[in-house]
């Protein structure tokens, strides 16, 4: 785009949805932009999740992060801009959709509602994990504390006796 003499042929725009969902299960969008674009980082902090038109001679990556509502962060999206085909379904097993728009120059980079329903249920299991964790390990030191008290009783209860 802006940084390099060969012409610009290509208009396009990238755009990050919930497909199905509340666009506000997305809080941030950052599209960080091939190092010759004189802005290279275009961040959207609510929905539409939409780079500026640009244009290019090319395709060439866009890496798209993307933080959730809860403040968490999916995966970096390394997005190869396409004109004229659409790109790889490789996306889609990491819950990501992208579709493109040859004659538009639409790049579309939609995220799957079960992807992210799958992802909260992964977090609260997590979280259910650390709980219980958490207290095992007060049990534990509840059943070392008995113990030693039990103990120091006996001690008690022998010099009494004596």
Request: no cysteine; net charge neutral; aromatic share 6%.
């Amino acid at each position: 785009d802006d940084g390099n003499p060969q012409p610009l042929v290509h208009n396009w725009q990238m755009f990050v949805r919930v497909v199905g969902g509340d666009q506000s299960a997305i809080s941030q969008v950052v599209f960080v932009l091939h190092p010759s674009f004189s802005k290279t980082e275009i961040k959207k902090t609510r929905p539409p999740f939409e780079s500026a038109s640009k244009a290019s001679y090319a395709g060439h990556d866009v890496n798209v992060k993307i933080w959730l509502a809860d403040g968490s962060r999916l995966p970096t999206v390394r997005h190869h801009l396409i004109f004229n085909e659409r790109p790889s379904k490789a996306y889609q097993e990491a819950g990501y959709l992208p579709l493109a728009d040859g004659a538009g120059g639409k790049q579309i980079i939609d995220i799957d509602t079960s992807f992210l329903r799958n992802l909260a249920l992964e977090k609260q299991a997590k979280a259910q994990v650390k709980q219980v964790e958490e207290a095992a390990a007060e049990v534990e030191a509840a059943e070392k504390k008995a113990k030693a008290l039990e103990a120091k009783l006996a001690q008690v209860q022998a010099a009494a006796a004596a």
